[in-house]
């Protein structure tokens, strides 16, 4: 039996040897529950007393090397694969790298924060609403109750019969004169929702910036001074401004509100098509009855309210003349701002 367990040594250490040694067929063999090494353990039964402990030190010893050989024959395979990969995946650190394109700004955000930078420099700070918004505060609050005309004009997408997709950031107005009292200096920058049919000019989902003011003694020459310095911050210091009477449920009186053309200055060109004006927001003195619904005293605070849309801006500034630009994401045109 002893010749037999040396035997057994000496065919798993040459196989072990071997360039290409399979090493869990090598452990089975000899080693597994079937194994050549454990069928002879279990003949020692045969042996003599004086044997058996002899034989049994002997096994053990064997099975020993077996192992050892194994584990060091695996940790030599597992460096040599490393060193295949490292020899083969090596990166030349001299060689020029591939060159990684750098996104920017997108031009709806750069307008939107160039906007809010003019309105906090005249002393404005910034309110946040929900996007889901309550029927009552996009509609009710502003002086637009159920069945009111003004909401037949706006598309508005409903998600049950008192909450929808606010249409307007105007809510975020009735809101914070809810909670906050005069005076109040706020504007409220974000994305709206109506249901309309995408074109070069329409879009289901575009931005707006709606600013308000409510303080004791505001009137409609507070509203007119600080839009036009907005527009010259905006446009440059040349810029006019003109009033023209519009009707808004939610102020009285209400006006649209254009600004001379900045490219041609007035003369007419393609942009203002040939007139010389370019309509640019809506505006008015608060409604005493939304002064009223919010819980502030029309008798005592008086304040205006604006609203411009962000994608307009856009499209005047950099001359971009189909509004889907802006939301198909075409590297090719987002690249030029």
Request: net charge negative; hydrophobic share 35%.
């Amino acid at each position: 039996m002893k010749e037999l367990l040396k035997s057994i040594k000496e065919k798993a250490m040459q196989q072990l040897a071997a360039e290409d040694a399979n090493i869990e067929e090598i452990r089975i063999k000899y080693l597994g529950k079937k194994g050549e090494l454990t069928s002879v353990l279990r003949g020692m039964g045969q042996l003599s007393a004086e044997e058996r402990p002899k034989i049994g030190q002997l096994a053990n010893e064997i099975r020993e090397s077996i192992e050892k050989a194994i584990e060091g024959k695996s940790i030599q395979i597992k460096q040599r694969t490393l060193d295949k990969a490292l020899k083969n995946e090596k990166i030349d650190v001299t060689m020029p790298s591939n060159m990684q394109t750098i996104g920017h700004i997108h031009p709806l955000t750069v307008v939107q924060r160039e906007l809010e930078e003019i309105f906090i420099g005249m002393g404005f700070s910034i309110a946040e609403g929900p996007e889901v918004e309550y029927d009552y505060y996009n509609f009710q609050a502003l002086n637009i109750p159920e069945n009111h005309p003004a909401r037949d004009t706006q598309d508005t997408f409903y998600i049950t019969d008192k909450i929808l997709l606010r249409s307007q950031t105007s809510p975020v107005q009735a809101r914070t004169m809810e909670k906050q009292k005069p005076p109040i200096r706020i504007i409220s920058p974000g994305r709206v929702y109506r249901s309309d049919a995408v074109d070069a000019t329409h879009s289901p989902l575009f931005h707006q910036l709606e600013g308000l003011v409510v303080d004791k003694g505001i009137t409609m020459g507070d509203l007119k001074g600080m839009l036009e310095l907005f527009a010259k911050n905006m446009f440059g210091e040349g810029t006019k401004m003109r009033f023209r009477p519009h009707h808004f449920p939610f102020t009285e009186p209400s006006a649209e509100v254009d600004v001379s053309c900045f490219v041609c200055g007035g003369k007419g060109c393609r942009l203002c098509k040939g007139e010389g004006w370019i309509e640019l927001l809506g505006a008015g003195m608060v409604h005493p009855n939304v002064l009223r619904i919010c819980g502030i005293d029309p008798e005592i605070y008086s304040g205006f309210a604006f609203g411009l849309g962000i994608e307009r801006i856009v499209m005047t500034k950099y001359g971009i003349d189909d509004m889907r630009l802006l939301y198909e994401n075409d590297v090719r045109f987002l690249s030029q701002f």
